[in-house]
């Protein structure tokens, strides 16, 4: 079975009708880490889905970055602004590591959704799935200690802490990299001495 199938399970069932469809429109692309693949100087062309690798959404003003979202295996890689609106993107998504990604051209996703209800209920848990997210984070930033998001990332997102830059990882938990180095440090210093938090 084709893996996109599995990606597109993910937020709903889709009919074998509609899995053929998507697979006739379908294009895979292999991406090198730092590619910028939206960004607010062109449209989003394309509809990702990530198979395999990890991207980050993040603004830039004066040469400054503030990190707002990852996409891991099974995300869809979108801006809302240009997904839903048909605006220019106000963020940049940029691929974090190597990237094997599952395509479908913008045009072609809009086209797929009219002859294939399901997909339209695809594109609604995409966007369910992001607001919840948005939600959760925005309520841990407002809620929990430094240490606390520090702890909650490494655990609830392993694969990111793992293979991301520091500095990306620290402005997506609005915390300076020297604080996310010291607790970085700090939580290495503890599992050696076998000191559990």
């Given at each position: 079975?084709?893996?996109?199938?599995?990606?597109?399970?993910?937020?709903n069932?889709?009919?074998?009708?509609t899995?053929?469809?998507?697979l006739?429109?379908l294009?895979?692309?292999?991406?090198?880490?730092?590619?910028?693949?939206?960004?607010?100087?062109?449209?989003?062309e394309?509809?990702?889905?990530?198979?395999?690798?990890?991207?980050?959404?993040?603004y830039?003003?004066?040469?400054?970055?503030w990190?707002?979202g990852?996409?891991?295996?099974?995300d869809?890689i979108?801006?809302s602004?240009?997904?839903?609106?048909?605006?220019?993107?106000m963020d940049?998504v940029?691929?974090?590591?190597?990237?094997?990604l599952?395509?479908?051209?913008?045009?072609?996703?809009?086209?797929?959704?009219l002859?294939?209800?399901?997909?339209e209920?695809v594109s609604?848990?995409?966007?369910?799935r992001?607001?919840?997210r948005?939600?959760?984070?925005?309520?841990?930033?407002?809620?929990?200690?430094e240490e606390?998001l520090?702890?909650?990332f490494?655990?609830d997102f392993?694969?990111?802490?793992s293979?991301?830059?520091?500095?990306q990882?620290?402005?997506?938990l609005r915390?300076s990299?020297s604080?996310?180095?010291?607790?970085?440090?700090?939580?290495?210093?503890e599992?050696?001495s076998?000191?559990?938090?």
């Open positions: 079975m084709h893996k996109i199938f599995a990606l597109l399970c993910n937020y069932i889709i009919s074998e009708r899995y053929n469809a998507v006739q429109k294009i895979i692309a292999e991406i090198k880490q730092g590619t910028i693949l939206i960004s607010p100087d062109r449209p989003q394309m509809v990702y889905f990530i198979s395999e690798g990890i991207t980050r959404n993040f830039s003003h004066h040469g400054q970055e990190t707002h990852f996409d891991i295996a099974g869809c979108m801006t602004a240009n997904f839903v609106d048909d605006e220019l993107s940049y940029e691929t974090c590591t190597d990237v094997k599952y395509g479908i051209t913008k045009k072609d996703f809009q086209g797929l959704i002859l294939n209800p399901d997909l209920k609604g848990k995409i966007l369910e992001r607001l919840t948005f939600e959760k984070r925005m309520q841990d930033l407002y809620t929990l200690t606390d520090f702890l909650k490494g655990k392993p694969t990111i802490f293979q991301v830059e520091d500095r990882i620290a402005s997506y915390m990299t604080m996310f180095s010291r607790l970085k440090k700090k939580t290495l210093t599992k050696k076998g000191i559990t938090i």
